[in-house]
T-cell receptor, first 114, second 113 residues
Framework: AQKITQTQPGMFVQEKEAVTLDCTYD???????LFWYKQPSSGEMIFLIY??????QNATEGRYSLNFQKARKSANLVISASQLGDSAMYFC???????????FGTGTSLTVIP | NAGVTQTPKFRILKIGQSMTLQCTQD?????MYWYRQDPGMGLKLIYY???????DKGEVPNGYNVSRSTTEDFPLRLELAAPSQTSVYFC????????????FGEGSRLTVL
């Protein structure tokens, strides 16, 4: 069975500080991909970053980085130098090599405080 | 680039009415999906398709139907609308590779009264 768990319903961070959003996963697939999406209050889903299970290095995209710990089955999103525009819902998702579906966590609501 | 286009963006239905949410993508993706998102919740998969002529049920298919006659189009049909189907619906597509992310439409907000 495939499962994504996000245990932080809400997070607060001071502007310009870094924040880590937690994501753990469970899969029996030997190969899989992990994704993070941002959903601002306007509602659209914005792709942020991807990590492959066999990637040797943690993925980075600008201020976003993914802290991938395969043995612990965690794929935490790190946002550096938070900005007010980072306030949004953040979803972690996984896709297995043998399946066709994306599995989503329940999301974390991030609020950046000026 | 248009990407994934959903219509309508907003719709109010009466209980028992039917409607179709349209979804089209211009990226030649084989995989297409329909999700619903209830207020304050995550995404639940309704139906998905891995290519023209092939569809499969997701987590919450009851009350919905889909078809995939072309690579581009993946309409979602709501039959006999119920208040429990009040939600935001997202169509998404993905290339047929492990590294391919989901590309989402802008969402369709449906209210059933």
């Amino acid at each position: 069975a495939q499962k994504i768990t996000q245990t932080q319903p809400g997070m607060f961070v001071q502007e310009k500080e870094a924040v880590t959003l937690d994501c753990t996963y469970d899969t029996s697939d030997p190969s899989y991909g992990l994704f993070w999406y941002k959903q601002p209050s306007s509602g659209e889903m914005i792709f942020l970053i991807y990590q492959g299970s066999y990637d040797q290095q943690n993925a980075t995209e600008g201020r976003y980085s993914l802290n991938f710990q395969k043995a612990r089955k965690s794929a935490n999103l790190v946002i550096s130098a938070s900005q007010l525009g980072d306030s949004a819902m953040y979803f972690c998702a996984m896709k297995g090599f043998t399946g066709n579906q994306f599995y989503f966590g329940t999301g974390t609501s991030l609020t950046v405080i000026p | 680039n248009a990407g994934v286009t959903q219509t309508p963006k907003f719709r109010i239905l009466k209980i028992g009415q039917s409607m179709t949410l349209q979804c089209t993508q211009d990226m030649n993706h084989n995989y297409m999906y329909w999700y619903r998102q209830d207020p304050g919740m995550g995404l639940k998969l309704i139906y998905y398709s891995v290519g023209a002529g092939i569809t499969d049920k997701g987590e919450v298919p009851n009350g919905y139907n889909v078809s995939r006659s072309t690579t581009e189009d993946f309409p979602l049909r709501l039959e006999l609308a119920a208040p429990s189907q009040t939600s935001v619906y997202f169509c998404a597509s993905s290339p047929q590779v492990l590294t391919g992310e989901l590309f989402f439409g802008e969402g369709s907000r449906l209210t059933v009264l």
